[in-house]
């Protein structure tokens, strides 16, 4: 298991799920002068979300590419519990820069409280993103969550915070009746075998492989 601030990585590319959010965030790049300020004036970035006005969730954004700062931890929170969709998503992402485990309990609220299913797996992603190992309070419901969305999340969050707990969860759901969750599932899986083995979407051969990591 890995020490908070170590991060298991996936062998993948990290989901989709910010790809619209860093279009944006280089697209702002290149906009020229405008974009540039906007991007770099992080008093303002903070102001925007503390105020929730217009520019609170690009500016979200632009603080999850350039990382937190700590003036900018309570907006980014109040953002996360209060916001809108959009906002939260944003502060979930912004908030996990800072990989402190004093914002899991926010970020494992949002997880497994909001009524939005793409805030609960945004709010997962945090999570992983986080560092901290100690979220099996918030990852045990979410393996139950209806949402195939909040599956997939909880599925990348394991593999990136390296649970191997959680590994038996992992290889039930590469039997589920969905195709995108079974591709989770074995994603996560193959984090944590050296690089390029795996055993596709076999449940036996990677519960062998579970139960050998214990002789």
Known sequence: MP????????KKSRAGSKLGSAVFVL???????GGYFFY?????????VAEQDDFAV???????HRGAPAEAVEPLRTGLEGGSVALKKACAAALATRKDPENTIWLGAAASEDSDA????????????NGDPNVDRYLVPAFDDPSLEVLQAACRAVGKLGLMRFVPRLIGLLSHPKGDV???????????????????FDPMEWKKWYEEQYD
């Open 27 to 33: 697209a702002l790049l290149g906009a020229g002068g």
């Open 182 to 200: 079974q591709r989770a599932a074995k994603e996560a899986l193959e984090s944590f075998t050296p690089e390029g083995q795996s055993f596709g």
């Open 3 to 10: 020490e908070f601030g170590q991060v298991h990585l996936s």
């Open 40 to 48: 770099t004036d992080e008093p303002a970035l903070v102001r925007h």
């Open 58 to 64: 690009p500016a979200a954004w632009v603080l999850w």
């Open 118 to 129: 793409g805030v609960r797996a945004a709010a997962l992603d945090a999570l992983g993103d």
